[in-house]
């Protein structure tokens, strides 16, 4: 096991422990991970399309306070595995505010919504059909 995908799978059990609940989305050992985690602050979202790429998560705020200029979308982390699940694991407390101050544009708050709409629809509509 090469030391890159020993650090994932340590990565992805402390996903689990952290509260994460883990799907595979594709058929086979090597599909498509997606993650939940929602907390009394947070929704998390975390989608996992291979080793190397195409992998994705994103935070957003649970509260229905309008907050003028307020993003519901607070953190979003694109990349690898390992950077996508490291950033989730250590900079994503269960009760932490926003580490960077990062607030989404609107348009990338859009893409965001629409991509993680997307995927529960896809498993909603998969567990239906089981």
Request: proline content about 5%; aromatic content about 6%; charged content about 25%.
């Amino acid at each position: 096991m090469s030391p890159e995908l020993a650090a994932a799978m340590r990565l992805l059990d402390e996903a689990k422990a952290a509260g994460f609940a883990l799907e595979r989305i594709a058929p086979g050992e090597d599909g498509p991970l997606w993650g939940v985690r929602d907390t009394d602050e947070y929704a998390d979202r975390i989608y996992l399309g291979g080793f190397g790429a195409d992998c994705h998560a994103g935070r957003s705020r649970r509260s229905s306070l309008a907050v003028p200029d307020g993003a519901l979308v607070t953190q979003r982390v694109v990349g690898d595995a390992l950077t996508v699940l490291h950033t989730v694991v250590s900079d994503w407390g269960t009760t932490d505010a926003p580490c960077c101050g990062w607030r989404a544009s609107p348009a990338q708050q859009g893409h965001l919504a629409g991509t993680i709409g997307a995927q529960e629809r896809r498993i909603a509509s998969r567990k239906e059909h089981r």
